[in-house]
């Protein structure tokens, strides 16, 4: 007992004296880790690419006009009772295997959607505050940029939570051409990050 007592100790203190020096870092290191054993595989998933291409198809001929509209309708439901659009994401079977890639992950991950060609939610774990996410960053600077783009947020505490969190954002390619079709992100939770590292190591 005072053996594990003495391990969680030390556990809890080299973790705090990693989160206080990495606290003005951009954790690429950890996040670069974290995308290669963890997040790469299940973007990789049919359901992911299969589920943007879908819905790629189905906005093909969306205009600016209707992507505005649709993205208002969204950021008033989040204040109405009745949620159709909001529903008809949640409901699809892309967001029901994010909600479960979330829970999987024992607190790593705050939050996941996805994204199309045009910026649009194509499905997420949680409810994000708007619907068409193609003015942002996130988007601009993955999708934008094509295959392989990685965006990685600023560090940010979150006070409702109590934890740090960061947003990391990454193209989804085409299985067969390896074209950018639509984007991810993905908010991690840092301490438990660092904390599954941590151990990691701890147990090599």
Do not use: C
Request: no cysteine.
């Amino acid at each position: 007992m005072k053996k594990a007592i003495y391990v969680g100790t030390v556990l809890a203190i080299v973790l705090m004296a990693t989160v206080s020096q990495a606290q003005n870092t951009t954790y690429q290191q950890f996040i670069q880790n974290l995308l290669e054993s963890n997040i790469n595989n299940w973007l990789q998933d049919p359901v992911v690419t299969k589920s943007v291409q879908t819905q790629n198809a189905k906005h093909s001929d969306l205009t600016q006009d209707d992507i505005q509209r649709l993205d208002k309708q969204w950021r008033a439901e989040r204040r109405a009772k009745a949620r159709p659009l909001i529903n008809q994401v949640l409901a699809n079977q892309l967001s029901a295997f994010l909600t479960d890639v979330k829970k999987n992950n024992d607190g790593l991950f705050s939050e996941i959607f996805i994204m199309d060609n045009k910026g649009l939610n194509v499905g997420q774990s949680d409810v994000t505050s708007d619907y068409w996410q193609g003015d942002e960053a996130k988007w601009t600077e993955t999708f934008g940029k094509g295959p392989e783009a990685l965006l990685i947020g600023d560090r940010e505490f979150d006070d409702s939570t109590g934890k740090f969190l960061i947003q990391v954002s990454v193209s989804i390619t085409h299985p067969d051409t390896q074209e950018a079709i639509g984007a991810a992100t993905i908010g991690v939770n840092l301490v438990q990050l660092m904390r599954a590292s941590l151990a990691e190591t701890m147990s090599q």
